[in-house]
């Protein structure tokens, strides 16, 4: 395995990263204050084919590699992170479909979500219920010729506007599989109460909501069935689909913050010289630099093994969140450190970066489930 990019790839990297820097950078500070529409936003990244960079090209997407979506996630991230963990859940959506959808599935829904005219989200977390899936309360209930499903799902990323919700639930209609995954459609307003969007530290870009619903309709051919896998190991295909995507929203971070304080440090003078000129400072960047290019080997391994090595593809998911994670968070540290006070300023680019960073050893799995699980993994 080559982990480090080709030239053809870095050369899309250059452009993933032309169009952020255009199209993200001069409304950053509006899309986290929700001045710029996020939805819109998003329909016009679709219109442009950058939401369906691993769909096939028979459901109208680009065929790339799931690498290319990891790509795009880390160039936007490095001028706006919430755009980074709201494309986690969407791309999470679209490979488990890929994985586990039937044609009909398939046919139904990615292309959709591939041209950005609907987007997807996870619901599985509830207020009782987060790693531990058999704590789920939701649960589908048969009536006649379809189901209904019911419950309260928390901390749903784009909850307020996705068309499409993959939802962890009870199975009650089935006695092999206790838990189930449903392609529930958002658009069902009537009977899915969505709360505000949560206020928070930081990735405030995104929208974060609770949803409660209230018999909501699901066709039978909604359900994700799998023969060799069970729907929790579904649920935590999907999970680590989106934990490589958030870890490379960390890897866009700590780019910016690397960037911002080599900067600060040539520009900024002490007792007569560049305070880069210290190796107090020079040590800072040196173990930025080094520990973010460390971080990027293994987001992009993971997800070079999602479509290359799969059976290592859990385990490498769960590294590079992490790892990426708590290296963004420590380093996001550094970087205002060097700042010194300029950095503590509100609404600094390296405040906002301080803030969401800590966000990427949370959402979507903390770093102590991601040691959890490798544990389990590695038979420990």
């Not at 930025?288 to 070079?304: G, H, P």
Request: charged share 20%; glycine share 8%.
């Amino acid at each position: 395995m080559n982990t480090f990019l080709s030239s053809a790839q870095e050369a899309v990297m250059e452009q993933y990263r032309a169009f952020a820097a255009k199209a993200v950078g001069p409304i950053s500070s509006k899309l986290e204050t929700h001045q710029v529409c996020l939805k819109e936003f998003l329909q016009n990244v679709g219109q442009k084919g950058y939401l369906g960079l691993s769909v096939s090209r028979e459901y109208g997407g680009q065929g790339l590699p799931f690498l290319n979506s990891v790509l795009f996630a880390e160039a936007l991230s490095e001028q706006e992170a919430g755009l980074g963990l709201t494309l986690a859940t969407h791309f999470a959506v679209i490979e488990t479909i890929k994985k586990y959808g039937t044609d009909t599935q398939k046919s139904r829904y990615l292309p959709l979500l591939a041209r950005g005219e609907l987007f997807a989200t996870l619901a599985f977390s509830e207020e009782q219920a987060g790693t531990d899936f058999t704590a789920v309360e939701a649960e589908l209930v048969e009536t006649g010729t379809s189901l209904n499903y019911n419950g309260k799902k928390h901390g749903v990323i784009t909850g307020d506007f996705a068309g499409l919700l993959l939802a962890l639930t009870k199975n009650l209609s089935s006695e092999k599989d206790p838990l189930a995954l449903a392609l529930v459609d958002g658009g069902q307003k009537t009977r899915i109460n969505i709360g505000p969007d949560k206020t928070r530290l930081g990735m405030r870009s995104a929208y974060i909501n609770d949803l409660e619903f209230k018999g909501v309709a699901v066709a039978k051919d909604a359900l994700l069935v799998s023969n060799a896998d069970s729907t929790e190991a579904m649920a935590n295909y999907a999970l680590d689909v989106a934990k490589v995507v958030v870890a490379a929203t960390a890897c866009g971070m700590m780019r910016t913050a690397v960037d911002i304080a080599v900067d600060y440090a040539n520009k900024r003078e002490q007792f007569g010289k560049p305070i880069g000129q210290f190796q107090g400072i020079q040590w800072k960047l040196a173990d930025m630099e080094t520990e973010r290019s460390a971080s990027l080997l293994q987001v992009y391994r993971a997800a070079w093994s999602l479509d290359e090595e799969p059976e290592s593809f859990s385990t490498n998911a769960a590294m590079c969140k992490w790892f990426a994670g708590k290296m963004a968070r420590f380093h996001s540290g550094e970087a205002l450190q060097v700042l010194g006070s300029y950095g503590l300023g509100d609404g600094t680019m390296i405040e906002k970066i301080y803030r969401d960073a800590k966000a990427t050893e949370i959402y979507l799995g903390t770093s102590e489930a991601q040691k959890v699980q490798l544990t389990k993994l590695l038979k420990i």
